[in-house]
């Protein structure tokens, strides 16, 4: 395979690499969001965007969230490919009738006749002492949503590619970009290449257990692996990558080979994604079970500002590594 | 009214209204014998809106309404057919049963919608409005929502952007007076409802909602300042609703009389009496009128009655989209 050029870059960057792309190369993409433009995007990765492209394409809005997301679903009804950027999930929740009530919906309800080809995107997660407004990890209520497709990138590859593969879906997608991972560096193509955005990925093999992971976690679920390596565990980690539609096939095919799985789940336990795919487990793979399913989830509080009790609220590694040593011990 | 054209026109606007009539008199009996069901919304007492904001209307522009929704498709010229079997939840409703009464949508129309969240189809009509004026078509969008709207915020975030980025809508308040069952002066501390869009700069009128052709006239000038100024309109049609807001409301909330007094200013019965006056219907033609409705509606009837029903194995289709209508 030929190596194409890489460079340094970071997950912000490939981000707004993705963006730039997806403006340029179709006319019907337009940007628009709370301080996407002038400000260059709350967490930068607009940055430049508007002088380049414009501001009837790089659109800063007021804080109306539900209203410029519904205006997403009608511009995108209307012939556009509308990206939509809501600044973190907390925020979201001021446009979950648009998410909820029409984007998922107009499809099923009209027969068919209407798809909603809308891309919203989104920070979430905790880890920056932001508090109980800013923190929290939603994706996993909206993966439940029958209708929306839900995309968690955690590499900087899936970062860029991502926004651009759900650019030509015919239906609403949601991408969660773990607010922590923004400053991420490594190395990235210097021309994208095309992703999925419906199949999970095995980031490294192992035989002993599965860390079944995304976003911002994933990376948690790898150092786990690499010290439990030293004491001779070898931990498969899978990055689930899509949230919905869940790629069963490659966790549950994990599973059968090592037949342990500890899902690291920065959501809630109750209610969780963890949860689901622990009962997938259970449905499809319970027979090859070695020993119950483990959940690393957030503590089930509001999220709290002081560092040393969100620490305590997140999954850590530590606690990744008892786990894992519990269930092959 | 006195040249023929007129005339014609006068009548033709009447028969759009009495087949609106016509077809929720028949929706009610059928959700009474339980052929319909779920909610049921009639637009009975407000045929005039509907009717003469269409005139307005051409057949590029697209329609966001709510779930009180059926009239608007019929005037916009979705078949009564289409209508009828989509209350059915049939397969040859215009959303194959998946909708019913509050969600009907239509591609050659431009309907989005029967949207049954109160609010929820202004950002989408401000959305359509933004996609033509991104791609500078000519066209524009009408959006109709019930005076239950204004309470919602987003209503205020919908007319501050609209006017923000000048968008190329029409929004339609059919003021019937009753958020289901609460009074505009108990739930707003202005009810002068053009003023709430008139502080966001957005230019807006009044009309009689019970005159068809105050409404015919008030709308033109509103689509005619819309297409020349590019920039939106709030039109508020003063309105009233001689039925329940459902088939589920026994109207505690107002009083028979006041019914009864808003009836005597019916906008068929009244509309029916100026052509008669000036001589512009007579008794043969009306009943010409009312058997051409009579047919319509009982040929969506039977219609409704002979389709199939979409098949439950289907039942998960149209969650995402077939691949071949990406």
Redo the contacts between chains.
């Keep these: 395979m030929s190596t194409a050029t890489q460079q340094q870059s970071s997950y912000r960057e490939a981000v707004r690499a993705g963006l730039h792309e997806a403006l340029q190369k179709d006319s019907r993409v337009?940007l628009m969001g709370e301080d996407v433009g002038a400000y260059g995007g709350c967490f930068a990765c607009s940055k430049g965007l508007l002088e380049e492209f414009g501001p009837?394409r790089v659109?800063d809005?007021?804080l109306?969230e539900?209203?410029?997301?519904?205006?997403?679903?009608?511009?995108?009804?209307?012939?556009?490919r509308?990206i939509v950027e809501i600044m973190t999930v907390n925020f979201s929740l001021l446009a979950l009738?648009?998410i909820v009530?029409?984007a998922a919906t107009?499809?099923?309800?009209?027969?068919?006749?209407?798809?909603v080809p809308l891309v919203i995107r989104m920070a979430t997660g905790g880890g920056k002492q932001l508090a109980a407004q800013h923190s929290h990890s939603l994706e996993g209520w909206y993966a439940h949503i029958?209708?929306l497709?839900v995309l968690a990138p955690a590499t900087l590859e899936d970062a860029r590619g991502m926004l651009l593969t759900a650019l030509e879906?015919?239906?609403p997608v949601l991408i969660f970009e773990a607010s922590v991972l923004y400053p991420m560096e490594g190395e990235l193509t210097a021309v994208a290449t095309p992703v999925t955005i419906d199949k999970a990925k095995v980031i490294r093999q192992g035989r002993d257990l599965s860390i079944i992971s995304y976003g911002a976690s994933l990376y948690k679920g790898l150092e786990a692996a690499e010290q439990l390596s030293t004491e001779g565990i070898e931990a498969e980690v899978i990055d689930l990558r899509s949230l919905r539609p869940l790629d069963d096939a490659t966790f549950i095919g994990s599973v059968a080979k090592t037949r342990r799985a500890i899902i690291v789940d920065e959501g809630w336990r109750s209610g969780s994604l963890a949860a689901e795919i622990s009962a997938r487990i259970m449905e499809q793979a319970f027979y090859e079970l070695d020993a119950p399913v483990e959940r690393i989830c957030s503590a089930e509080v509001p999220m709290p500002y002081a560092a040393h009790l969100e620490q305590a609220a997140l999954p850590q590694v530590k606690t990744i590594i008892e786990a894992a040593r519990r269930m092959v011990g | 009214m006195s040249d023929p054209e007129h005339s014609e026109h006068a009548v033709h606007l009447l028969h759009q209204m009495l087949r609106i009539r016509r077809l929720e008199e028949k929706s009610a009996e059928l959700y009474s014998a339980m052929k319909i069901r779920g909610f049921l919304h009639l637009y009975i007492g407000e045929e005039a809106v509907a009717v003469g904001v269409a005139q307005a209307l051409s057949p590029e522009d697209?329609l966001?309404a709510t779930y009180r929704e059926h009239a608007h498709a019929l005037v916009r010229g979705m078949s009564a057919k289409s209508i009828m079997a989509e209350m059915y939840g049939k397969q040859g409703?215009?959303?194959?049963?998946?909708?019913g009464s509050m969600?009907f949508?239509?591609?050659d129309t431009r309907l989005?919608?029967?949207?049954a969240?109160v609010g929820?189809g202004?950002?989408?009509?401000?959305?359509?409005?933004?996609?033509?004026r991104?791609?500078k078509n000519k066209r524009l969008?009408c959006c109709c929502f019930g005076e239950g709207a204004i309470a919602e915020?987003?209503f205020h975030?919908?007319m501050?952007?609209a006017v923000?980025?000048q968008l190329p809508v029409l929004f339609v308040c059919e003021n019937n007076l009753y958020a289901m069952g609460t009074a505009l002066e108990r739930s707003e501390s202005q009810t002068d409802l053009t003023q709430k869009a008139a502080s966001y700069n957005m230019h807006s009128a009044a009309v009689d909602g019970m005159d068809v052709l105050a409404v015919e006239a008030a709308a033109s000038e509103a689509v005619s300042f819309i297409r020349e100024q590019q920039a939106p309109f709030f039109l508020e049609c003063r309105t009233y609703r001689f039925r329940p807001h459902s088939m589920f409301d026994p109207e505690l909330y107002r009083s028979k009389e006041e019914v009864e007094e808003w009836k005597q200013r019916d906008p068929i019965l009244t509309f029916k009496a100026k052509l008669f006056e000036q001589g512009l219907l007579d008794e043969a033609r009306l009943n010409h009128l009312e058997q051409q409705v009579a047919a319509e509606i009982a040929e969506a009837v039977a219609f409704a009655e002979a389709s199939p029903l979409e098949p439950i194995e289907d039942l998960t289709?149209?969650?995402?989209?077939?691949?071949s209508?990406?």
């Excluded at chain 1, 539900?66 to 556009?80: H, N, Q, V, Y």
């Excluded at chain 2, 202004?122 to 033509?132: E, F, H, M, N, S």
């Design positions: 337009f009837e659109r809005t007021p109306s539900s209203t410029f997301t519904g205006m997403g679903i009608g511009a995108a009804l209307g012939g556009m509308p009738d648009q009530n029409n107009y499809l099923h309800m009209s027969g068919g006749l209407f798809n029958p209708g497709k879906d015919p239906d | 697209a966001v409703g215009c959303c194959r049963g998946r909708g969600h949508f239509d591609v989005y919608g029967g949207n969240i929820g202004l950002p989408v009509a401000a959305g359509l409005g933004l996609a033509d991104l791609q969008t915020g987003e975030e919908t501050n952007l923000l980025w289709r149209f969650v995402f989209s077939e691949r209508q990406a």
